[in-house]
């Protein structure tokens, strides 16, 4: 990771408090969804994910019914190896990794199932996304992992 995505992270454990009460004082705030998305176009401008890749790193996606068929069919495998070798039950009795870092991850940080990637891969960290008071707690926590998310607060907290 880049000391300047490092910085960040740090910057947003320092505030964590800070964060929280802001998003907890917007969650009905109707132009929340407007402040993210146009932070997260511009940091996005800034960040390349493949400078850090701290989520294959240190969490999982959620792996849905059709992530696994189509990932366990373009590996060739079997759905149910394909469970078996990488992904076990969560406490909500989702799918999630095994281990981190990610066994997809390459050492160039790319993701060598990149096309054919989980959903929650392709969403994450989901700054973009309509309706943003419904995940403010997911991304409070993203904003911990995420240099986008910790930059992407900095952009939108006063
Ligand atoms: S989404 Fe965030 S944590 Fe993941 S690689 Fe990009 S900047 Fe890093
Ligand atoms: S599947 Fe790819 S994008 Fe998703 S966590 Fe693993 S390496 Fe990262």
Do not use: W
Request: with cysteine; charged share 30%.
């Amino acid at each position: 990771m880049k000391s300047t995505h490092r910085a960040l992270l740090e910057k947003s454990y320092g505030r964590s408090k800070e964060v929280k009460a802001f998003l907890r004082k917007n969650s009905k705030n109707k132009s929340l969804d407007r402040l993210f998305h146009r932070a997260h176009e511009a940091v996005f401008q800034e960040i390349d994910c493949l400078d850090c890749a701290n989520c294959c790193k240190t969490t999982s996606p959620i792996f849905r019914d059709s992530d696994i068929r189509r990932i366990a069919k373009h590996l060739r495998m079997k759905e149910f190896h394909f469970v078996d070798t990488y992904l076990r039950l969560d406490s909500d009795q989702d799918y999630v990794l095994k281990e981190s870092p990610c066994a997809f991850l390459n050492s160039d940080n790319g993701c060598s199932i990149y096309d054919k990637r989980p959903l929650a891969c392709r969403e994450y960290p989901h700054t973009h996304r309509k309706n943003m008071f419904q995940i403010l707690d997911i991304t409070q926590r993203n904003a911990l992992i995420c240099p986008a998310v910790a930059s992407i607060m900095d952009k939108i907290m006063p």
